[in-house]
């Protein structure tokens, strides 16, 4: 029986650093802005408004892993 590769590992090599992103310095998506702002509601955090993708890419990834999600 083949052993099946671990797909989290796999999809992090995917992931490219959003400080490496070509856009990253643009203004953060509406998607991005709204799940930010959903999480740090949840987490009891406050976030600025005015953050870049990359910026939001990256604390919507802290508050999830604060949130265990």
Do not use: F, N
């Amino acid at each position: 029986m083949a052993q099946q590769p671990d797909t989290d590992v796999q999809q992090r090599s995917l992931e490219k650093d959003p400080a490496d992103w070509v856009t990253g310095d643009e203004p953060a998506t509406g998607a991005q802005d709204s799940y930010l702002h959903t999480l740090a509601r949840q987490a009891g955090e406050e976030v600025p408004d005015e953050l870049t993708k990359a910026e939001a890419s990256q604390k919507i990834d802290e508050l999830r892993e604060e949130l265990g999600r």
